[in-house]
T-cell receptor, first 111, second 114 residues
Framework: NAGVTQTPKFRVLKTGQSMTLLCAQD?????MYWYRQDPGMGLRLIHY???????AKGEVPDGYNVSRLKKQNFLLGLESAAPSQTSVYFC??????????FGQGTRLTVV | GQQLNQSPQSMFIQEGEDVSMNCTSS?????WLWYKQDPGEGPVLLIA?????ELTSNGRLTAQFGITRKDSFLNISASIPSDVGIYFC??????????????FGQGTILTVHP
C-alpha cells in the first residue's frame, strides 16, 4: 500500500519554464489537496479537489493550475515558473472525513 | 485568511524532559490535528481531535481540543532523541463546505540533546 506518491522528488527550473507535479493515491480517497511549505510559514493550501473532474482554489492559487481527470491522480501545473514559486510542495488526500495523509513532498527550485 | 499561532517556534531540551506546545486561532475549528515532520519527509499524523474538550493520548503524546474550539495543545512526556522534528498543528473549519481543508500553524522545531 503506497499511500500518497509524488513525482518528481526534486526539480530545478529556470524562470519561465513550465512543469507538472503528479500526485497519485491508492486509497480511493475522494478529496485531494496541494499545499506549499515555505520556511516559517507552515503549509498553505494552493488548490484542492473534492472529486474526479472538480477543482477549487485554496489560499494561494495564483500561478498554479490543477486537474483531476482520474480519481486517484491530482496534477499541479506551473505554466511559467517564477522564483517566488521555489518551495516544497505537498500533496495530501483523505476520504470525506479527516485526517489527511501526506506525500513525501517535491522540492522545487526556480532560478 | 485564517491565522493559527503556534508556540513556541523552537525548543531545545534534554532527553527525558517533557515538552509542551500549543496553537491558538482567531476562528473556531471543529477538528484539530497534530502532525510531525521529519527532515525531507511529509507530515505524519500524530493525534486527531474531533470534539471540544477532548483529551487524547498516543503513547507518550497527549493532546487536547480546547473548550472554546479556538486552541489546542500537545504534550510529549519523557522526550527521546527520535522526537526531533517539526511539529505542526492544523485546524479544519466548522461548516459543511470545509472539505477537509487545513489551516496550519507555523510549526515548532524540537531539538533533543542526548
Amino acid at each position: 500500500n503506497a499511500g500518497v506518491t509524488q513525482t518528481p522528488k526534486f526539480r530545478v527550473l529556470k524562470t519561465g519554464q513550465s512543469m507538472t507535479l503528479l500526485c497519485a493515491q491508492d486509497m480511493n480517497h475522494e478529496y485531494m489537496y496541494w499545499y506549499r511549505q515555505d520556511p516559517g510559514m507552515g503549509l498553505r493550501l494552493i488548490h484542492y479537489s473534492v472529486g474526479e473532474g472538480t477543482t477549487a482554489k485554496g489560499e494561494v492559487p495564483d500561478g498554479y493550475n490543477v486537474s483531476r481527470l482520474k480519481k486517484q491522480n491530482f496534477l499541479l501545473g506551473l505554466e511559467s515558473a517564477a522564483p517566488s514559486q521555489t518551495s516544497v510542495y505537498f500533496c495530501a488526500s483523505n476520504p470525506r472525513t479527516l485526517p489527511s495523509v501526506f506525500g513525501q513532498g517535491t522540492r522545487l527550485t526556480v532560478v | 485568511g485564517q491565522q493559527l499561532n503556534q508556540s513556541p517556534q523552537s525548543m531545545f531540551i534534554q532527553e527525558g524532559e517533557d515538552v509542551s506546545m500549543n496553537c491558538t486561532s482567531s476562528s473556531i475549528f471543529n477538528t484539530w490535528l497534530w502532525y510531525k515532520q521529519d527532515p525531507g519527509e511529509g507530515p505524519v499524523l500524530l493525534i486527531a481531535l474531533y470534539k471540544a474538550g477532548e483529551l487524547t493520548s498516543n503513547g507518550r503524546l497527549t493532546a487536547q481540543f480546547g473548550i472554546t474550539r479556538k486552541d489546542s495543545f500537545l504534550n510529549i512526556s519523557a522526550s527521546i532523541p527520535s522526537d526531533v522534528g517539526i511539529y505542526f498543528c492544523a485546524g479544519n473549519n466548522a461548516g459543511g463546505t470545509s472539505y477537509g481543508k487545513l489551516t496550519f500553524g507555523q510549526g515548532t522545531i524540537l531539538t533533543v540533546h542526548p
